[in-house]
């Protein structure tokens, strides 16, 4: 077990299985997201709780922050529907066993959850971070993801193509969401020729407003273009998809893009780079989380975002001198690329 930490307790209010999975509080405060889903059967849930909070212990690290991983999952039965008392009791049920760990975790937003919910989880702001900004806390994560996916972005282009100018340059973003739209440049920034992909039609507006060429999601995630940018669900990159790729380079904010490590060896073998999730994503939570439980300033804290940029830049130069893919600099894939 690499885990310090696993707790699975049947909420009283709700009966629903909160899951809660502490990997390591050695660096510091364990941290993570708290993500309600729908599961065939909730030990799924802690799957996902075991793989998230191990990834987000990375997360902490490649970041620099006095942080562990840690994650919350509350496995809701498929295409379960919470009314709002449903959902106060099961926050609250969270709530319990984050109190239960006396300020060892503090949880923020994840799939399923906003800034709203933290209010309700707890009133204690050490075990939290992204509250509301009207409760005194950061709110809303996601621009702050996107200015780090864009940090990013200039980091592997000055890696791959030699410039950090991302004008000209060919994206294709898929997942047009609260990151995934922020990180698309608007038409007047100009030049740098979009294609963008979600599931939602409705985001087809933006991408008309962006001039930006609409197609289904999978092609594209096999577009030809320079850069690759994963903004919505985890598990993408699979063997089959990395034979079938046409960029030269990925990075984007989705959380566990590769269906398995070994899929980064693949994309080394094609001669694709992809900037691992764990740098590319951390944006968000080194701001909330610096503002909130670090007391930094606004603006330090958005420094630091910006530091992603040096950060993958650094990864990106160990990997090319090393000859193995950039995964393995921050502990995925394999030393010898294969
Ligand atoms: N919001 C943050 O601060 C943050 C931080 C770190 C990581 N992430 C990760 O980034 C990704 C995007 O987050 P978000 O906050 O923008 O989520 P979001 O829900 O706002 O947006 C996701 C978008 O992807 C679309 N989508 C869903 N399935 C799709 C598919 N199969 N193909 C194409 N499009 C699809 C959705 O319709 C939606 O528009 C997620 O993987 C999330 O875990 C987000």
């Known amino acids: 077990m690499n885990h310090e930490q696993i707790l699975v307790r049947r909420g009283s209010r709700s009966g629903l ?20 889903a729908g599961y065939a059967e909730w030990r799924y849930g802690l799957d996902d709780a075991l793989r998230l909070s191990a990834a987000m212990t990375q997360k902490c690290a490649v ?14 039965p498929p295409g379960a529907a ?34 709203p919910d933290m209010t309700t989880i707890t009133d204690r702001p050490t075990h939290v ?17 996107a200015t780090g996916v864009v940090a990013a972005l200039r980091a592997l282009c000055e890696a791959v193509f030699g410039t950090a100018d991302l004008a000209g340059r060919r994206f294709a973003i898929v997942g047009l969401g609260r990151v995934g739209a922020p990180v698309a440049p608007p038409p007047a920034a100009g030049q740098a020729k979009l294609v963008v992909a979600d599931v939602d ?9 962006l001039g930006a060429a609409w197609v ?10 320079d850069v690759l940018v994963p903004a919505a669900l985890g598990g993408v990159l699979t063997p089959a998809v990395v034979s079938e790729l046409r960029c030269a380079a990925i990075a984007g904010p989705a959380n566990n893009q590769l269906d398995a490590p070994g899929t980064a060896d ?3 073998q094609r001669g694709i780079v992809w900037a691992p999730d764990t740098v590319v994503s951390a944006g968000g939570v080194i701001y909330a989380t610096g503002v909130e439980l670090r007391q930094e300033t606004p603006l330090e804290a958005t420094a630091r975002v910006r530091g992603i940029g040096d950060t993958l830049a650094r990864i990106l130069r160990d990997a090319a001198r090393d000859g193995v893919p950039p995964a393995a600099v921050v502990g995925g894939g394999s030393r010898d690329g294969r």
Do not use: N
């Open 201 to 209: 039609p409705t985001k087809r507006t933006l991408a008309d407003e």
């Open 266 to 268: 693949l994309l080394h």
């Open 63 to 76: 970041a620099g922050l006095p942080h562990g991983g840690a994650k919350t999952v509350v496995a809701l």
């Open 82 to 115: 919470l009314g709002p008392g449903e959902r106060r009791a099961l926050l609250h049920d969270v709530g319990d066993v984050i109190a239960g760990l006396d300020g060892a975790y503090a949880t923020g937003p994840d799939v399923g959850t906003g800034p």
């Open 17 to 36: 299985p909160v899951i809660l999975a502490i990997h390591t509080t050695a660096p510091g405060q364990a941290i993570g997201g708290c993500r309600l």
């Open 216 to 225: 289904d999601p999978d092609d594209g995630l096999r577009s030809d273009v």
């Open 129 to 145: 971070f992204c509250l509301p900004p009207e409760a005194g806390g950061s709110g809303d994560s996601s621009p702050h993801t």
